[in-house]
C-alpha cells in the first residue's frame, strides 16, 4: 500500500508479507523471532546499547557506516559477543529470507530509488574491498537490530540516513499487533496496524515515528536496513 502525498508522489510503502501469510510465519517470522530472543542472549548490551534515543531496549548495527565521526567509511566495530549474534543473524537462513523479501518489496515499488541504492553500493565497495556487505540480496549497507525484549520506540527521526532515502522495517515476536506496536507516523497524522512480519518503508531521516506501546508480558523485535546519508555523500564528493 503505498502513501502518498497531494501530489501523488510516494512517500512510504505498507510492503505486508507475502501472500502465504501461514508459511511466511512458519518458515521466516517465528524462526526470526526465535534466533532474535534466543542469540540476543549471549550479549552483555552495554548501557548505550539498551538505552539511546529510539528508547529503553536493546539494539545492535552491522555493516558499513559514515558519518559519526569517522575520517573515511568502514565497518561497524562490536564487541565479541555482538559480533557473535549478529554474524549468526546474518547466516540464518530466515533472517536472508526476510532481508531478500525486503530488498524484492523496495526493487518493486520505488525501482528509481532502488537503482540508486544498488549503484551507490556497488561503487562504494568497488573502491575499498574491505567494506563487507551484509547480504547477497540487499542494497542497504547497514541492519539493526532490535532485540527488545520489548521494542516499543519513542518518538524519534533517524537523521544521519540518507534524508530523501527509505528505511525498510520487519517486525516479529508474539503481541497482538491490534492492541499496540503500531507504527506511528506523527508528522502525517497517521497511525498504522504492524503485523508481525509485515515490512514497512519510511523516509526514516525525514519522518518522526515511533511504536505504541505492546501488552504487559508481550514480546516484540525489529529489524531495519538502511544506508547512512554519509555513505553517499562520500561518494558524491569522489570517496574523499
Known amino acids: 500500500i503505498p502513501l502518498v502525498d497531494r501530489k501523488r508522489r510516494m512517500i512510504a510503502c505498507i510492503g505486508g508479507t507475502p501472500k502465504d501469510v501461514a508459511r511466511w510465519t512458519s518458515e521466516v517470522?517465528?524462526?526470526?523471532?526465535?534466533?532474535?530472543?534466543?542469540?540476543?542472549?549471549?550479549?552483555?548490551?552495554?548501557?548505550?546499547?539498551?538505552?539511546?534515543?529510539?528508547?529503553?531496549?536493546?539494539?545492535?548495527?552491522?555493516?558499513?557506516?559514515?558519518?559519526?565521526?569517522?575520517?573515511?567509511?568502514?565497518?561497524?566495530?562490536?564487541?565479541?559477543?555482538?559480533?557473535?549474534?549478529?554474524?549468526?543473524?546474518?547466516?540464518?537462513?530466515?533472517?536472508?529470507?526476510?532481508?531478500?523479501?525486503?530488498?524484492?518489496?523496495?526493487?518493486?515499488?520505488?525501482?528509481?530509488?532502488?537503482?540508486?541504492?544498488?549503484?551507490?553500493?556497488?561503487r562504494l565497495h568497488a573502491s575499498n574491498p574491505r567494506l563487507r556487505k551484509n547480504f547477497v540480496n540487499s542494497v542497504f549497507s547497514c541492519l539493526t537490530v532490535n532485540s527488545g525484549p520489548r521494542t516499543v520506540t519513542d518518538p524519534h527521526a533517524d537523521s544521519a540516513n540518507r534524508p530523501d532515502g527509505w528505511c525498510g522495517i520487519t517486525c516479529c515476536g508474539p503481541f497482538d499487533y491490534k492492541r499496540g506496536g503500531q507504527l506511528v507516523l506523527w508528522d502525517l497524522k497517521l497511525v498504522i496496524d504492524f503485523p508481525p512480519g509485515c515490512t514497512i518503508f519510511i523516509p526514516s531521516a525525514l519522518l518522526v515515528h515511533s511504536n505504541c506501546p505492546i501488552q504487559p508480558g508481550e514480546r516484540r523485535y525489529s529489524m531495519t536496513q538502511y544506508t547512512a546519508?554519509?555513505?553517499?555523500?562520500?561518494?558524491?564528493?569522489?570517496?574523499?
Open 29 to 122: 517470522v517465528e524462526p526470526l523471532e526465535k534466533a532474535i530472543e534466543e542469540g540476543s542472549r549471549g550479549v552483555k548490551f552495554s548501557k548505550k546499547e539498551k538505552r539511546h534515543k529510539r528508547g529503553p531496549f536493546a539494539a545492535t548495527a552491522i555493516g558499513v557506516s559514515h558519518g559519526g565521526g569517522e575520517k573515511r567509511p568502514g565497518n561497524r566495530r562490536l564487541s565479541k559477543g555482538a559480533r557473535k549474534f549478529m554474524e549468526g543473524l546474518l547466516s540464518n537462513p530466515a533472517v536472508q529470507r526476510a532481508s531478500g523479501f525486503l530488498n524484492y518489496l523496495f526493487r518493486t515499488y520505488n525501482k528509481p530509488m532502488y537503482d540508486v541504492y544498488e549503484e551507490h553500493q556497488r
Open 229 to 240: 546519508g554519509g555513505l553517499f555523500r562520500w561518494a558524491a564528493n569522489g570517496f574523499q
